[in-house]
């Protein structure tokens, strides 16, 4: 891009630059692109909105402006006073595999951000690390961060900072996604061809976001180009993509449809477990996304999602879970410091059982809706970055129903009743630069919830454990009415020292609330489990993270490595009754157990961004433990004892790496290595009669085999030429290159006359080679 020059006023000593920077090609904001001033060494990054503002000496002066996947910007200057830019970036003809995990702010930004625990990749970094069977994941390079981590292959969502899966706020535009999987976990929900990047909160998560207490993971999709037709995709062994984006209005309006569908029944056939090979499954998604330009101040988006799995088992039971979401954003800019989004949102996932059993045909099917709207300001005032706002939501919880299909059926019908709940919120979130060295970003949310009616409550005889059977009586309340209500306040606070300008230190404090929660008694989640709202007898889970952090980059920021601690205590988390039953239960709240938890653990973390070779490498030490106490002894779990969470897995290794072999051969691999899961083993056996009876230890204080793969692509890229048309991408991938049969579960199996034995069940035991080619054309 050709260097610009702007004059400003000379009158004081001071100038201030703001504006914003945005996408040639679309007009869409860039965000977290790294605005950098040559003299008085200052420098910012662009919001969610493209936006930047920051203060310079007076006089002559240079701007760069840079952003992965774009070219460099460079506009000087002279004088002093205000001035307002609208720069536009232009796209990069060819993307190198550069890898970076950076944050919201680049530019150094492991030492100048005020918030620790965050983490941004590009759509170009996810796509350099070797895929599941050539497929870019989202959610599988979120995994290889730090303190991220998931119980196995073949499980849905992921573990942040010893949180549970539904710990976990996912959102795509601003829209919530309550189930993050296709196929069970083989793959994420995510179409690469539609996503423009992603940022993982993990701690110093802003005021702006609430309703989980371990992470957020902010998925956005990108806008289709405003100036030209463009048509990409590609196919694998497994799945194949295709997105088409243009103007609608040249220079105004612009669209963007991404379609994937999969064809993978013959992975299935691969697999080492007879019921999985005897299976069929499919799915596809579909992301479409319209953007408006009405001025420079007012800008209209709309953004849809559908996604729709479904998985036959052994021939006679057919799963089925979907997605939809939709989003409506309104921006206004105010003025070049002021901005406005209005966001509606409707989203909702829905699962579903369908049974061809002989003489019991049925179906059986469980979900959760959400309406949202958030009012959201931003507004940056000398040295203050202000975001403030309020938003609400209504839920709508089926629990689950089961009806027969067929005449001849014996099923009988369920129906569990629906909970209805409404969520508000609103916040203040102020991030501070006190000094050239000293920073701070404080902020508070707060939250109510109400859970409301129509609806019944089952009154339980007191002092002895809940059950169906100690019924006492029935509240009943009308359409509307207030079941029952939380509230509090979420505050935060990160502070940032700089020790000089390759080192920092770094402190946080976080306090959230979560009003909902994922009912599941498996250790890998599956689509069977159901969402549920907090009421009267299933408080609110509180979450209260400290973390500390120290930062340090060397070789001119060439490497940057950090070292951070944190922990965390919970209030109110769910486990359940030994022998629950989760399945069209009427009284759930019998076989939930309410406790306390502690999370703590130490996060390392060395990068490399620039170079023929590059990656990262982390290490992770982390402990999740439960003490549930209860009234009774059957309230009570290892004797009030803290014990590990089904999740718990104290040492993770990632090591993500890509070497560019030439301008065309780029060879990466990853290696992961973590601790095997927690589990509940047979410690002795009774023999009444003919009859083994196994005698099972405390909860969760055995562990199955360590789980450690390597995975390796290469790929061939496309020649560099501003003017070619036709782009195309090979990429050649083996996962788990050494066969490792890691266990996706151990489970013990009794057989008549002999004491239960364990047995060990892997999915993905053996080398699984792949190929896929990827294409663009403009």
């Known amino acids: 891009m050709p260097e610009l020059v702007v004059a400003l006023p000379a009158q004081s000593r001071e100038a201030t630059v703001s504006g914003t920077v945005r996408d040639s090609q679309t007009g869409e904001a860039v965000v977290g692109a790294a605005v950098q001033a040559a003299r008085g060494n200052t420098g910012t990054s662009t919001d969610q909105n493209g936006f930047f503002k920051l203060s310079v000496p007076a006089g002559d002066n240079t701007l760069t402006i840079t952003s992965l996947g774009f070219e460099k910007a460079t506009i000087r200057f002279s004088g002093s006073g205000n001035v307002t830019l609208n720069v536009q970036l232009v796209r990069a003809a060819y993307q190198l595999s550069e890898v970076g995990v950076v944050g919201q702010k680049p530019a150094h930004d492991n030492i100048r951000s005020v918030q620790s625990g965050m983490a941004s990749l590009s759509i170009n970094t996810i796509k350099t690390v070797p895929a599941f069977l050539g497929e870019v994941d989202v959610v599988k390079s979120i995994k290889l961060l730090p303190g991220v981590s998931s119980v196995g292959e073949a499980a849905t969502g992921f573990n942040v900072r010893g949180g549970s899966i539904d710990q976990n706020l996912v959102l795509l535009d601003n829209a919530p996604i309550f189930n993050t999987s296709h196929l069970f976990g083989f793959f994420s929900v995510f179409n690469p061809d539609a996503v423009e990047d992603v940022t993982l909160y993990r701690g110093g998560i802003p005021a702006q976001y609430g309703g989980r207490i371990s992470s957020v993971l902010d998925v956005r999709q990108r806008e289709g ?148 709207i958030d009012a959201a300001f931003s507004l940056a005032a000398g040295k203050h970055q202000i975001n403030f706002g309020a938003m609400a939501m209504n839920y709508a919880f089926q629990q689950g129903e089961l009806k027969p299909t067929s005449t001849d059926s014996e099923a009988l019908p369920v129906q569990l009743q629906q909970e209805y709940a409404l969520e508000g919120a609103v916040y203040w979130n102020d991030e501070v630069k006190l000094s ?18 129509a ?74 489990d159901f969402w549920k709202s907090s009421n009267t007898y299933v408080r609110p889970q509180i979450g209260d993270q400290l973390s500390i952090g120290y930062f340090r980059n060397f070789r001119q920021s060439l490497i940057e490595t950090s070292v951070e601690a944190y922990y965390k205590q919970i209030e109110n988390i769910l486990d359940y009754k030994n022998g629950a039953n989760l399945y069209l239960n009427k009284t759930i709240e019998a076989d939930l157990l309410s406790g306390k938890g502690r999370a703590y653990g130490v996060e390392t973390s060395v990068s490399k961004t620039e170079g023929k070779l590059t990656g990262w490498l982390n290490y992770t030490y982390a402990r999740t433990e439960i003490s549930i106490q209860g009234a009774t002894e059957e309230e009570t779990v290892n004797r009030g004892e803290y014990y590990p969470a089904s999740y718990d897995k104290p040492h993770t290794f ?12 780029i060879l990466s691999s990853n290696f992961t290595y973590s601790t095997g899961r927690p589990v509940t083993a047979p410690v002795s056996h009774y023999v009444i009669g003919d009859y083994i009876v196994p005698n099972f230890g405390d909860r969760n204080q055995y562990r199955i085999p360590d789980y450690h793969r390597l995975d390796l692509s290469l790929s061939l890229l496309p020649n560099k030429s501003k003017n070619r048309r036709w782009e195309s991408t090979w990429n050649f991938s083996i996962y788990n290159v050494y066969g490792r049969k890691n266990p996706y579960s151990v489970f013990f199996k009794q057989v008549h006359g002999a004491p239960p034995r364990a047995y060990q069940l892997a999915v993905v035991g053996i080398p699984l080679p792949s190929i896929s080619y990827d294409f663009r054309f403009r």
Do not use: C
């Open 225 to 372: 180009s405003v100036e030209d037709f463009a048509l990409s995709g590609g196919f694998g062994l497994i799945s194949a993509r295709l997105a088409v984006e243009g103007p609608i209005v040249k220079g105004k309006t612009s669209f963007l449809v991404a379609g994937r569908s999969s064809y993978s029944d013959w992975l299935l056939r691969k697999m080492p477990d007879a019921n999985i090979r005897n299976s069929q499954a499919s799915f596809y998604d579909l992301s479409a996304k319209i953007s408006h330009t009405f001025s420079e101040k007012d800008k209209l988006t709309l953004s849809g999602y559908r996604s729709s799995d479904r998985f036959g088992f052994s021939g006679d039971t057919l799963y089925n879970w979907t997605t939809n979401a939709a989003t409506l954003k309104y921006t206004h800019l105010f003025n070049s410091s002021f901005f406005l989004d209005i966001t509606g949102v409707v989203t909702g996932y829905t699962f579903k059982v369908e049974s061809e059993e002989l003489g019991n045909a049925s179906e059986y099917s469980n979900g959760i809706s959400l309406k949202s």
């Open 436 to 453: 050239p060295r000293l920073s701070f970003m404080y902020g508070l949310r707060y939250s109510y919830y109400a859970n409301y009616g």
């Open 455 to 528: 609806g019944r409550v089952f009154q339980y005889q007191a002092g002895i454990p809940k059950k169906e059977r100690t019924i006492t009586d029935t509240l009943s309340y009308s359409g509307g009415e207030i079941i029952e209500s939380y509230h509090g306040a979420e505050p935060r606070v990160s502070i940032n020292y700089m020790l000089n300008e390759r080192s920092a230190v770094k402190l946080g404090y976080n306090r959230h609330r979560q009003y909902v929660h994922l009912i599941s008694n498996t250790t890998a989640v599956s689509p069977t």
């Open 654 to 665: 990632n090591l993500v790496s890509s070497y560019e072999l030439s301008k065309r051969w």
